[in-house]
Every structure is written in C-alpha cells, then in structure tokens.
C-alpha cells in the first residue's frame, strides 16, 4: 500500500527449510474506518475490495485475527469471514495479545476461546502471543519467541488450565493452517482431475480416432443429426420409461428402477420420522405410563415394548426382587440391557445389578408432551394463557420438517439428478456412431451433465417453495378432524376401559359404587391436571394428525418433483444440441492431424497429463 492509494501489487517472499509447513501466507492490511490527510477517499472501500477478493477464494483459508481486549462482537473481519463462509469450514479466528486482557476478563476471553458463548467455528478458535515490543527492541529471535510464547500458555492462567492444549500457540496453528489447506486442496481435487480427464481424453481421440470419418460438413452434419434423434428418442424410451427389447441378466437397475427405489427409501425414512410418529411410544422417548394398581401416572424412557403381550417398559421404574441365575447368566456387562426371562423382564444398571422392570399396559401408555409443554412455557403470550398457541404449533411442524424432512428431501433430489446423469453417460457411451469421435462424446455428455443440472436447479427451486409452504400448516383432509377428535377422548377411554373387569365369559359381578369412584378417580386426575399440560396433549393430538397429512402430501409430492428431471431431459438435451453450430460440428467430428508433430506434441501432453491425474489420485 503507498502513501495514498491500496495497490494490488504483492510482494512475495518464500521461505524454505526443514521446519517449514506448506503454507501461502498472505498478509493483508487492516481493515479501516475513516482517511487521514492525503490519503484517497476510497482508501475503505479499496482496503475492503481487496479483502473481499481473497476471502471469496473457496481455497483461501481466512484466519481472522482477533486482539483479545477488544470485542469479538464488534469484529468487521469476522462479519466479513462469516458472509463468504457461512459454514465456518476454512475460518480460523485467532485470539492474540492475551498478555493485554483487563484484569477479570479473563473468563470471557476463555469462554471466546472455548466456543461456549459464540457461534461453533468448524476448526474452532485459536490463542496465540506474539513477540511484544519490547521483545523486538531486545532483537529476541524467533526461535526464543517460540519458546516463551509456549512458556507463556504453560504457566498463565487460566490458559494452563484448558485441556487442549493444540488450541494455543503458534506452532500448533501452523500445524492446523497446513491441515486445513491440504482439506481444502483435496475438496477440490474431484474438479481438477476431471478437467486433466477432459484434456487428457481430447488429446487421445485425436490420437485414437477410429471407423469411417464424414469428410464433407452435410455428412457430418448428417451423423451429428442422427445421433441427437437417437438419444432424444432412446432417453425417454428404452432408459427412462423401463421399456426393454430384451431381458438381461445382470444386477444392474434401469434408471427408472433406481428411481423408484430411492423414492421408496425417502418414503420409509419420513415414515419413521419424530413429525410422522408424533404420539408413538419407541424405545428411547420419554413416556406417560398408567399404572391401574396405584392409580397414578409415572413418568419415564421407555427401554424396551412387548409387542406381542401388549407390554411397556419405564427404564426409571423397577421391581426389588433378586433375579434367579437363569437371568444373571445372561448379563453382557452392558447398562441398559434387557433380558428376558420367562414373562418377565431385566435390565443391567451401570452399577452392574440386574433389576426387574415394571409392566405397563402399552394400551394406556402415551408419549410424554412435556418437550412440548416446554416450548409452550418459554413462548407464552401475556393474553388469557388456556388456549392453543397456534405459533408454537407452526413453529413446531416448520423445525420438524426442516430438522428432519428437508435433508432425505434433498438427498432424493440430489440421486434423482445422479442417475439421471450416469444414465445419459452410459447411453451416450454406448451410441455406435459416436464411439469413434472421443471429443463428441466428451461434448454430448458435458451438455447432457448441464441439462441435468440446469433441470435440478429449477427441480431445486420447486422443491423448496413446497417445503416453504408446507412449513405453514394448512389442510381441509376431513381426517385431520376426525383424528383430533378421536385422540382427544382416547386416553380417558382407554383408561376407563382398564378399568372395566375382563370379560373372561363368565358372569361378572361389578360392584356400582366401586366402580363409580374408579371412574371418579380417573376423571378427577384428569381434571387435576395443569392447564399447561392439558395444552400439550391437545398441541400433541393436534402433531399427530397433522403429521400422519403432511407426511402423506410429502411422500406423493416430493417424488413427483424430482422425477421432472428425468421426465424433462430428452426435450431439453435434443434442444440444447439443435444449437450445436456447424464449426463445433466441423471439430468435433474431424480425424486428428497426420502431421508427426502434432501427434508427438498431442502423445506428451496425453502422457504428461496422465502421470499429473496419477499423482494427484495418490493424494486422495
């Protein structure tokens, strides 16, 4: 930078040795706010323009340097940092001049350090100290600022204190800048052999050109024709609607098979999804358990459902009896497992006894809405709080879809895409009249993979708006209705039920006034119940209906959208080829050169770009 203006002239300096990492540091100047005398009046935006340029770089690692006595949140690097890296995944922001920090803030600075009260950085912060001025006045060396600075993260609380020890110093961060470059570098290894792929495989069809060549353009304007019907009337036909001429017997799917198969996974993964299974009792969710002797309610994880006896158990809830030596001989040494003796059941505790646990009926067991009697708590309003609060239920269902439906939902688009792309290059590849001309495949099948992603780009865009949409819960199904209904009195019913002796086919004696204060009693805890939690079964009824149509539109919907990525690519491939003009017609279906030159030019470069795809395939 000159007196007056920012420059874009870089000095560089290369320093090699022994010790050296495989680091490019690049050093640029501060960011400021305002000009001072002579200085140009678009120093800011000029000092910013030339930041921008190398943090946009996506192999640019960013280490944003923080001085700990002043505020992280007032940082414009880290702004910056996070706009062009929101994934943090190549930003390492480096706390320095611990040695300035006011006397007891200490702690703000370690809990900066230990990411417990900012956002998570994927490489996480980092600490270091460098040589001070007076270090520098005394011409300290490197070598020994090295070492004190280790010294000083050593014995200095409350950095002495913190267990990792590789968050500190500037050895550890040159060992973490060189790891994090080499990620960086191997993320985009894929791109770079597929570009030395490209060149290489230009290079050998020119070499390797072989079968009858078109001599005159109408020719090969003639084959190039014929070829573009081909693949406009083979993708919709033979590869995508599963039309077959023959049945073969190998184990590969058509396209559309694939399709359907990964259609039928997304719609199994949804299936047993939290939204979808909203009131099911599973292992591991926490449950409300009636037990009908005591006539109470216990709470508690359900470890383990016998299905076939109708059976559920509450980790928490166990029997004080000692087991017999058929159960004990079958412990794992394993907390949490459950054995099975006869119509009992046992689980190991982490103290390594065996306890029985105790039986519910799963008929009166429901999935406890306390998590949602939380969310209803901590988003209140100040009016009349007995009603449904229909923002936390949409707030519900939108986290849910997002946490849960959104990444299958794109996983599904992104295989849709996959094999429609693999199908166009296997098609391509085995078309016999383009098999001589090695540059018109690469060129059909680089249009066919931009087709695709054109159309998963636009596929992409609907599928988002829909699960935009669907995040605002909306239906007319008469089920919905009917189900919320149904769920609002099941519980009561199910326990009065209970309640009811068995019908075992004989006479029964029901004594009227016992059984008038059971269903009291039922009735009575019912209505003790919190206002709170009546809420968070009603909001609970109200997920699992909701859940059971949303799942449903989802499941029909979804599939529906990706499939246009297949449906479309015959009509949008056969018009981007029509656009082919006659001078890419002329090269790409041209024998190569007879000069031997040319063809010694052309075998080194195939020969020199091979080895390169060799190494660079030895590093991944």
């Keep these: 930078m000159s007196g007056k203006d920012v420059a874009r002239d870089i000095v560089s300096v290369d320093i090699r040795g022994p010790h050296c990492e495989d680091l490019t540091l690049i050093d640029l100047p501060g960011i400021v706010r305002t000009t001072g005398k002579n200085e140009s009046a678009t120093l800011a935006e000029d000092i910013q323009g030339l930041i921008n340029d190398y943090l946009k770089n996506p192999r640019c690692v960013i280490l944003a340097v923080l001085p700990c006595n002043v505020d992280f949140h007032n940082s414009q690097i880290m702004a910056d940092a996070l706009k062009v890296d929101p994934s943090t995944e190549r930003t390492i922001p480096v706390l320095t001049k611990p040695d300035l920090i006011d006397k007891g803030g200490e702690r703000a600075v370690k809990d900066l350090l230990l990411g417990s009260k900012t956002q998570s950085f994927d490489c996480g912060f980092h600490m270091a100290k460098g040589r001070g001025q007076e270090a520098l006045d005394k011409k300290q060396s490197i070598e020994d600022g090295l070492t004190a600075e280790e010294s000083y993260f050593q014995n200095t609380e409350p950095w002495r204190g913190v267990e990792d020890k590789n968050l500190f110093g500037t050895k550890n961060?040159?060992?973490?800048?060189?790891?994090?470059?080499?990620?960086?570098?191997?993320?985009?290894?894929?791109?770079?052999?597929?570009?030395?792929?490209?060149?290489?495989?230009?290079?050998?069809?020119?070499?390797?050109?072989?079968?009858?060549?078109?001599?005159?353009?109408?020719?090969?304007?003639?084959?190039?024709?014929?070829?573009?019907?081909?693949?406009?009337?083979?993708?919709?036909?033979?590869?995508?609607?599963?039309?077959?001429?023959?049945?073969?017997?190998?184990?590969?799917?058509?396209?559309?098979?694939?399709?359907?198969?990964?259609?039928?996974?997304?719609?199994?993964?949804?299936?047993?999804?939290?939204?979808?299974?909203?009131?099911?009792?599973?292992?591991?969710?926490?449950?409300?358990?009636?037990?009908?002797?005591?006539?109470?309610?216990?709470?508690?994880?359900?470890?383990?459902?016998?299905?076939?006896?109708?059976?559920?158990?509450?980790?928490?809830?166990?029997?004080?009896?000692?087991?017999?030596?058929?159960?004990?001989?079958?412990?794992?040494?394993?907390?949490?497992?459950?054995?099975?003796?006869?119509?009992?059941?046992?689980?190991?505790?982490?103290?390594?006894?065996?306890?029985?646990?105790?039986?519910?009926?799963?008929?009166?067991?429901?999935?406890?809405?306390?998590?949602?009697?939380?969310?209803?708590?901590?988003?209140?309003?100040?009016?009349?709080?007995?009603?449904?609060?229909?923002?936390?239920?949409?707030?519900?269902?939108?986290?849910?879809?997002?946490?849960?439906?959104?990444?299958?939902?794109?996983?599904?688009?992104?295989?849709?895409?996959?094999?429609?792309?693999?199908?166009?290059?296997?098609?391509?590849?085995?078309?016999?009249?383009?098999?001589?001309?090695?540059?018109?495949?690469?060129?059909?099948?680089?249009?066919?993979?931009?087709?695709?992603?054109?159309l998963t780009r636009e596929t992409k865009s609907r599928v988002l708006e829909f699960v935009k949409r669907e995040e605002v819960p909306y239906t007319q199904n008469h089920y919905l209705f009917e189900n919320v209904c149904k769920l609002r009195s099941q519980r009561l019913m199910d326990e009065v039920t209970q309640a009811l002796p068995e019908d075992n086919g004989s006479s029964i004696s029901v004594n009227p006034k016992t059984l008038r204060a059971t269903v009291k009693n039922i009735f009575q805890r019912n209505q003790e119940r919190s206002v709170d939690e009546h809420m968070a079964e009603e909001m609970q009824h109200a997920l699992n209906a909701y859940g059971k149509v949303a799942l449903k539109r989802f499941i029909d919907t979804i599939p529906m959208i990706c499939v246009e990525v297949m449906q479309k690519f015959a009509n949008n491939i056969n018009h981007i080829l029509s656009d082919t003009s006659d001078d890419e017609i002329e090269r790409f279906v041209t024998a190569p050169s007879n000069t031997v030159a040319k063809m010694n030019k052309l075998k080194r470069k195939a020969d020199t770009l091979e080895k390169g795809i060799e190494a660079l395939g030895e590093l991944y």
């Design 173 to 454: 961060l040159r060992i973490k800048l060189a790891e994090l470059q080499m990620k960086l570098i191997q993320s985009s290894f894929m791109s770079i052999v597929s570009d030395l792929k490209s060149q290489r495989d230009e290079s050998l069809e020119l070499l390797n050109s072989l079968g009858a060549i078109p001599l005159t353009l109408s020719d090969k304007k003639a084959l190039f024709r014929g070829i573009k019907e081909e693949i406009w009337s083979g993708m919709g036909s033979q590869t995508l609607d599963g039309r077959i001429c023959s049945l073969h017997n190998d184990t590969e799917m058509r396209p559309s098979a694939r399709f359907l198969d990964a259609s039928t996974r997304y719609q199994t993964t949804l299936s047993k999804s939290k939204l979808a299974n909203i009131s099911e009792v599973v292992v591991g969710r926490k449950a409300i358990a009636y037990d009908k002797d005591k006539e109470k309610y216990d709470h508690g994880t359900v470890c383990f459902i016998d299905q076939s006896k109708g059976k559920v158990y509450l980790e928490e809830f166990v029997c004080d009896y000692t087991p017999e030596s058929s159960v004990t001989q079958k412990k794992k040494g394993i907390p949490g497992n459950i054995i099975q003796d006869s119509n009992e059941v046992w689980i190991e505790k982490p103290d390594g006894s065996v306890k029985q646990l105790y039986a519910y009926d799963l008929e009166t067991t429901r999935s406890d809405p306390a998590w949602i009697s939380e969310l209803i708590k901590h988003n209140r309003p100040y009016k009349l709080p007995i009603f449904i609060n229909t923002y936390v239920f949409e707030a519900i269902v939108a986290d849910l879809i997002e946490r849960e439906w959104m990444k299958p939902t794109m996983e599904l688009l992104e295989s849709t895409s996959k094999v429609m792309e693999a199908a166009a290059e296997a098609f391509i590849k085995e078309l016999k009249e383009a098999s001589p001309f090695h540059h018109l495949q690469t060129y059909l099948i680089t249009k066919a993979a931009e087709v695709v992603d054109a």
